[in-house]
């Protein structure tokens, strides 16, 4: 049995981590976090006993530790790294936001293998966890659908023989929308997304293509290849979540319904392929067509920020990372229309004084001054 | 530089690879074998100077030797062999029909890596093949569209990990007609493939869907899988030319322009995958759809019976393949009608006995007796 520490266990990918380690008989839960979802963390402490478990508040880590005496329990940041670490082996990191950046450093500078659903980790630290990989040689492996598309169909060739790699993006819950009807969408309307079921900051970032542009900022990183070489695409039926166009102009690409407990599968169980009965097959000719359209960076402003961003790197990526998860959250309280979201990445970018090389800390401190700037101004709207 | 020996160098393959080996300067052309396109051959000659030169007929021979004192010249079926194994290294074998299996066979026993387009030499003899390629340590790399695309998705997994191989078929020249429309076709009409440009003979096969039941049994053979796991499905933009789904379920899929000096390439040059000038990108924006139907076996029955052959083994796959080549050229020269070469494959199968574990000899005498029967029934007529 290896040993597996998992971070936001009672999340979506927590969840469908658990499932698939419970069907697939190899990992020894030693560790994990949760943070509101009391209930259904006691049901995986119950059902897991893992030996360390990191909660979000004080009051509730000590309620737990009443309940469950033989378990060590922690809170706050800290215990997030302890969590990422309690035991040599993988670390599953399915934490959302930038919380998680940390634990993944702390568990790649013990020489764990990371499986990496945290899409801040990349995004705002690329460099640096690029740096340490190195350093400790062990290896990074992508949950997300997209990368780990990507991820599979690199496995036909080599990395220098890449010429572009496609992501596919739905188009989120607005594609069929133009520019002047989306002034005034609810928050319940952007939260319906056509194909994959997942939390709303997520779902909204889907409908801006912030999410795609995180993403590709993550590939970036993740597969070392220059901006110039990433494209997108609209695929309106997510059938397929990846592309890598070779050199000889060959385009390999990985198809499945949508589905995140196959990536997540993968992820563990690299690199084999592995039966799962719970998977089901694609069928082309019952799904009969796939449809394709040019991204539109008129329509979709925001990825072509997280270009501009990426391009920029340093401090950037981060700035525009915080920016959007101040305006979504302003957003789904009501305080901001959907359109302003890309406003507010805009002045964020266009107002924040970039840096080469930050530290981790500078990277922080970038993140909570945008965040700081962004709220002063709206939240007292 | 490497040693290349090249069967049928002036066919549509042959002078692809050509084309190849000038433009990637990795191949010294050490022999080249060629029918009645004397002209074309001379030009070859002339540019790239081969040791060897093979030709169907004595005088074509005894010409060129004149004209040509400096190189050796041969005819007939045993200089193919000669031209085969001139020198040790890579043979492209790019003949049409049975007579490039013992030329292929040859090629092995002498070690030397195999770029296969030739169907029939896996499709009539799969399991020699096999064996020898295990007993004599050396590769075969396919050169058809369909096989390499299978062969770079096998790529990113292991054999025993995949659940399915699927091939796609255009559905050939008349894929939109229903039988009873098919009866009276002209050969004119059967000529006229929607994406590719291929020889008479091929263009007919797609039509039938006999060319996909040959691909099919060349599949089992080339990637070793069991009938029961290599499906075809109409694809008419042929640009996903095969699939590949691994025991996850994740499909990882080739898809390119239908251009058939990528797939060359890529054998002349595999494991690389390298930059051409002359290869254009595929544009999914641009193409917009792909559509995909299920395959119909009622209205290509060849296609079972490809199946059928295939299953049964010995020496049906040889009988599937010398009926229809027979029926086809009958097709073509006007002495029977479209829906009379599924009849002839039909009633071949149903006739003739089978065997296990032939051997060559026996093989190349049932291949005979076949076109010897059906020829005999039907040039009378």
Redesign the interface.
Same mark, same amino acid.
């Given at each position: 049995m290896k040993n597996l520490c998992l971070l936001g266990a009672t999340g979506s990918i927590g969840t469908q981590v658990l499932e698939i380690i419970r069907e697939k008989n190899i990992y020894n839960l030693k560790s994990i976090s949760f943070g509101k979802n009391i209930k259904l963390g006691k049901k995986i402490i119950e059902e897991f006993q893992p030996e360390y478990v990191s909660v979000l508040s004080e009051a509730d880590m000590v309620n737990l530790q009443n309940e469950y005496p033989k378990i060590k329990f922690g809170c706050g940041e800290d215990s997030l790294i302890t969590a990422a670490t309690y035991a040599p082996g993988t670390l599953v990191n399915a934490l959302v936001g930038m919380v998680g950046v940390k634990p993944t450093i702390a568990a790649i500078k013990k020489g764990m293998r990371i499986l990496l659903a945290n899409k801040e980790t990349l995004v705002v630290a690329g460099d640096i966890i690029n740096r340490l990989l190195q350093e400790h040689e062990t290896e990074l492996i992508p949950i997300d659908s997209e990368h780990s598309a990507l991820f599979?169909?690199l496995?036909?060739?080599?990395k220098k023989?890449v010429?572009r790699l496609?992501i596919t993006a739905s188009g989120g819950a607005f594609r069929d929308r133009t520019r002047s009807e989306l002034k005034d969408v609810s928050v319940v309307e952007a939260l319906r997304h056509p194909n994959w079921e997942m939390g709303p900051k997520i779902t909204v970032d889907s409908a801006t293509m912030v999410n795609k542009g995180l993403e590709v900022i993550e590939a970036h990183y993740l597969f070392e290849i220059d901006y110039e070489r990433i494209e997108t695409?609209?695929?309106p039926e997510s059938i397929?979540h990846g592309?890598v166009?070779?050199?000889?102009?060959?385009?390999?690409?990985?198809?499945?319904?949508p589905d995140m407990r196959?990536p997540i599968?993968?992820a563990l169980m690299y690199?084999?392929? %592995? !039966?799962?009965p719970k +998977?089901?097959?694609?069928d082309?000719?019952? %799904? !009969?067509?796939?449809? +394709?359209?040019?991204?539109d960076f008129e329509r979709f402003p925001a990825l072509g920020m997280a270009y501009q961003a990426g391009k920029a790197g340093g401090l950037m990526p981060a700035v525009f990372n915080a920016a959007n998860e101040v305006a979504v959250s302003l957003f789904l309280k009501g305080k901001i229309k959907f359109l302003e979201i890309e406003d507010i990445i805009e002045e964020a970018l266009e107002s924040f004084e970039n840096q080469a090389n930050p530290t981790l800390e500078e990277i922080l401190a970038a993140d909570s001054k945008v965040r700081t700037c962004i709220l002063e101004k709206y939240e007292v709207k």
């Amino acid at each position: 049995m290896k040993n597996l520490c998992l971070l936001g266990a009672t999340g979506s990918i927590g969840t469908q981590v658990l499932e698939i380690i419970r069907e697939k008989n190899i990992y020894n839960l030693k560790s994990i976090s949760f943070g509101k979802n009391i209930k259904l963390g006691k049901k995986i402490i119950e059902e897991f006993q893992p030996e360390y478990v990191s909660v979000l508040s004080e009051a509730d880590m000590v309620n737990l530790q009443n309940e469950y005496p033989k378990i060590k329990f922690g809170c706050g940041e800290d215990s997030l790294i302890t969590a990422a670490t309690y035991a040599p082996g993988t670390l599953v990191n399915a934490l959302v936001g930038m919380v998680g950046v940390k634990p993944t450093i702390a568990a790649i500078k013990k020489g764990m293998r990371i499986l990496l659903a945290n899409k801040e980790t990349l995004v705002v630290a690329g460099d640096i966890i690029n740096r340490l990989l190195q350093e400790h040689e062990t290896e990074l492996i992508p949950i997300d659908s997209e990368h780990s598309a990507l991820f599979q169909c690199l496995q036909s060739g080599s990395k220098k023989e890449v010429n572009r790699l496609i992501i596919t993006a739905s188009g989120g819950a607005f594609r069929d929308r133009t520019r002047s009807e989306l002034k005034d969408v609810s928050v319940v309307e952007a939260l319906r997304h056509p194909n994959w079921e997942m939390g709303p900051k997520i779902t909204v970032d889907s409908a801006t293509m912030v999410n795609k542009g995180l993403e590709v900022i993550e590939a970036h990183y993740l597969f070392e290849i220059d901006y110039e070489r990433i494209e997108t695409i609209i695929h309106p039926e997510s059938i397929i979540h990846g592309m890598v166009e070779y050199n000889d102009k060959s385009i390999i690409a990985q198809l499945s319904l949508p589905d995140m407990r196959l990536p997540i599968q993968y992820a563990l169980m690299y690199p084999q392929k %592995l !039966s799962n009965p719970k +998977f089901r097959s694609l069928d082309l000719a019952e %799904l !009969s067509t796939l449809t +394709f359209k040019k991204m539109d960076f008129e329509r979709f402003p925001a990825l072509g920020m997280a270009y501009q961003a990426g391009k920029a790197g340093g401090l950037m990526p981060a700035v525009f990372n915080a920016a959007n998860e101040v305006a979504v959250s302003l957003f789904l309280k009501g305080k901001i229309k959907f359109l302003e979201i890309e406003d507010i990445i805009e002045e964020a970018l266009e107002s924040f004084e970039n840096q080469a090389n930050p530290t981790l800390e500078e990277i922080l401190a970038a993140d909570s001054k945008v965040r700081t700037c962004i709220l002063e101004k709206y939240e007292v709207k």
